[in-house]
């Protein structure tokens, strides 16, 4: 029997979908996590052989000691993971540390962590990047602004989301920046990209193919979202656009992705962009070696009658899937903001679209930032259904 450890099987609270598949494998699933084991669901009691319960997940040694702990009791561990960006650098530490060779080790940490370094690999695929400086002081930074032009967008080289990031348009912004922005932390700026943020989300197997494939749209900048306390929006699609696969597919090779459920996220122009492309292009963002956040794991499984969190157990346990994938649809997140004044209330909102709707929750205090406080997955057939539906839920009174 194969012995998988998952780091925070607990959070997202649906992750413990993926070590129920595990499980349903015949893998021996151990968890480690910083909540009490009573306090876990029983959903995922019932997915886990046993969990280790650590005072605090960010104590790596404490974390180190219970995977030692699982290797004295169960023997060899074959799989190590988190699925969680948060974690990724803390997982390849634990494998290489304790020889676990299916998933990357301290060495790869650079190119898939990196904003900077992304950049080299995303240029192997054939993808053009957006012209970047590392932030040094104000008149380096401002030597590059003259060269690309305001604005500019400045975020840690080696960050999760759009967590301090900041949009520079002035002299005075920038200024601003370096008075913000965090002293022991090293940061990228980027020439602005006037563009739609549109994903891959692939389970790869252990040849880099792809055994499933999907992609979102954002239609809202998540940096916006963030730092003005917006609503946020985004959609998987009912069919992936053909250059989105391509530059998703040729990412897999230029990284050496194995083994992995991967989010790659990329800029489609709004406009033309001298030097990068022309309107509807496809252009670099940044790669994410796990699945994408929160609830996009079971949106993509509404929008293709599927079950994702299987596939990637298959592809851990088997290395193919014979799970099928049903009818498309897009599937819609919607994420209100606590506080607005809203045309149409929560009532409203189930009576008319109670036919579309998937799930309709209360969001973590840890995921708002990005994602709103309330919110509403629902599919529809088609694009005019699901701008409806849009207008309809986001819609203030003036």
């Not at 413990?16 to 699933?29: P, Y």
């Not at 009573?38 to 019932?46: A, P, R």
């Not at 990412?251 to 800029?267: A, M, P, Q, Y």
């Not at 649809?329 to 004044?341: P, S, V």
Request: aromatic share 14%; charged share 25%; hydrophobic share 35%.
């Amino acid at each position: 029997m194969k012995n998988f450890i998952f780091i925070s099987p607990n959070f997202p609270t649906n992750y413990w979908m993926f070590c129920r598949e595990l499980k349903k494998n015949g893998l021996n699933v151990l968890g480690i996590g910083d909540q009490p084991y009573d306090e876990l669901s029983n959903d995922l009691k019932d997915s886990l052989n046993e969990y280790y319960k650590v005072s605090n997940l960010e104590n790596d040694d404490e974390v180190y000691r219970a995977v030692a702990f699982f290797i004295f009791k169960h023997g060899r561990i074959d799989w190590l993971e988190s699925n969680n960006e948060y974690w990724l650098e803390r997982d390849a530490r634990l494998r290489t540390d304790f020889n676990i060779t299916s998933g990357f080790q301290v060495a790869d940490i650079p190119h898939i962590k990196y904003k900077s370094k992304m950049k080299e690999f995303y240029k192997k695929a054939g993808i053009p990047v957006a012209r970047y400086h590392m932030v040094d002081n104000f008149d380096g930074c401002k030597g590059f602004i003259n060269e690309v032009g305001y604005p500019v967008v400045a975020k840690p080289d080696n960050g999760v989301g759009a967590s301090h990031t900041f949009k520079i348009s002035t002299d005075e912004e920038l200024g601003r920046f370096f008075e913000l922005k965090w002293p022991e932390t090293s940061y990228i700026m980027e020439e602005f990209i006037d563009g739609e943020v549109n994903s891959y989300d692939a389970i790869i197997d252990s040849n880099g193919e792809p055994m499933f494939e999907t992609g979102n749209v954002t239609p809202m900048s998540i940096m916006d979202i963030v730092n003005n306390s917006d609503n946020s929006i985004y959609y998987i699609l009912k069919n992936l656009p053909e250059d989105t696969k391509a530059a998703g597919r040729a990412t897999v090779k230029s990284f050496g992705v194995k083994s992995r459920f991967v989010h790659f996220e990329f800029f489609r122009l709004l406009k033309d962009h001298e030097g990068l492309g022309k309107k509807g292009q496809i252009i670099a963002l940044e790669v994410n070696m796990r699945p994408c956040g929160g609830f996009t794991p079971d949106m993509i499984d509404f929008a293709h009658s599927t079950d994702v969190y299987k596939i990637w157990a298959d592809m851990i346990a088997f290395d193919r899937s014979t799970m099928p994938v049903g009818q498309h649809a897009f599937c819609a997140f919607a994420g209100r903001r606590d506080g607005k004044d809203f045309i149409m209330s929560h009532a409203d909102i189930m009576n008319k679209y109670s036919e579309n709707m998937k799930m309709v929750e209360r969001i973590p205090d840890v995921l708002s930032g990005a994602m709103g406080n309330q919110m509403y997955v629902a599919t529809f057939n088609s694009q005019e259904e699901m701008d409806a539906f849009y207008n309809d839920i986001l819609k203030c009174y003036e």
